[in-house]
């Protein structure tokens, strides 16, 4: 079994953490655009890739480019796709720098762009988060993700003006607090600002994708901010209960009147639909109080489980004693 490096002796000036999730068309024109970058730094510097599962053949291009850049290059290949922050929480697990970064390997955030977060961390802050200067994405995902942003920072009170912009920088002090964290689901820019003490974040160039498709669809990107929600607040739980509060008290008076109007009035009939119209809101309102109370219990149960949040299939590092399976 391979053993992650010390997490608390940074044996390096910076790490970069790269995901990998069928990236095949793309990696290439990473490696030809970060490695340079990275060398003009000056810096002692390591970059991790992790390949969470792919079924293509990024795993073989990761593996060739360790070979050529054994010095600084280390694989991580998980047996399963697990997920972009599982597969980011396996690479902080083999960080050796002071300073680490996160990056997307699909390029749309420009390697160039690190000199930008290194500098800030330089200036003492812990935690730079980024804020895409002109998004190059779908204007249906650039409108949901506004949303979702706002939405999220009205309720977890966490402030990132771009939740879904990946390029990061942390202080390892920072990734250590992380992984201390057990949480079975977690989003780590959230959960970074949630533990730094001098927090701050700078616009960054965004580039259309170089080459291959996006992996967060419409789905997957309100999936995501549920857990994010869930997650770190507990005021959509409190909110219903003050509409259900509210709906409770609305209902009480709206049957006393109904009451009072058949002593009066007498039987009637006309009202049937607005009645159903009233009933079928009602059921609305708690199959949402229900869904919502079972996001929450889903994340008591996944908790619960204790299961691994990701599994190592192979790493390729200098730095480790024993040799594991080479990826295919």
Request: with cysteine.
């Amino acid at each position: 079994m391979t053993t992650a490096p010390d997490q608390h002796k940074p044996e390096l000036d910076v790490s970069i953490v790269i995901p990998v999730y069928n990236e095949e068309a793309v990696l290439p024109q990473l490696f030809e655009r970060l490695y340079p970058v990275l060398d003009s730094l000056e810096r002692s510097y390591e970059v991790i890739f992790v390949d969470d599962g792919s079924r293509d053949h990024s795993a073989a291009l990761l593996r060739k480019q360790y070979q050529a850049r054994p010095d600084v290059t280390r694989v991580v290949c998980l047996r399963a796709n697990a997920g972009q922050h599982a597969a980011i929480l396996a690479g902080f697990e083999y960080t050796g720098g002071k300073a680490v970064i996160t990056l997307d390997a699909d390029l749309q955030n420009p390697p160039e762009e690190i000199v930008k977060l290194l500098a800030e961390l330089d200036k003492g802050y812990d935690y730079v988060g980024t804020i895409r200067r002109k998004r190059r994405d779908s204007s249906w995902r650039h409108l949901a993700s506004r949303a979702m942003n706002k939405l999220r920072e009205r309720i977890t009170n966490i402030h990132m003006t771009d939740q879904g912009c990946m390029l990061r920088a942390y202080d390892h002090d920072i990734i250590s607090a992380i992984l201390d964290s057990r949480e079975a689901q977690t989003f780590i820019p959230a959960l970074a600002y949630l533990y730094a003490g001098n927090p701050t974040e700078i616009v960054v160039e965004h580039e259309e994708r170089a080459a291959g498709e996006s992996k967060y669809h419409l789905f997957k990107l309100i999936h995501l901010n549920f857990d994010l929600m869930t997650g770190f607040s507990l005021m959509p739980l409190q909110v219903f209960s003050l509409v259900g509060i509210g709906i409770a008290i609305i209902s009480f008076v709206f049957v006393i009147y109904l009451a009072v109007r058949r002593l009066i009035v007498g039987p009637e009939v006309e009202g049937v639909f607005t009645l159903f119209a009233i009933v079928f809101f009602l059921i609305g309102i708690l199959l949402f109080g229900i869904g919502l109370l079972g996001e929450y219990v889903g994340r008591i149960y996944v908790q619960a489980r204790g299961r691994p949040r990701f599994l190592i299939k192979a790493v390729l590092d200098k730095r480790t004693a024993d040799k594991p399976d080479q990826p295919e």
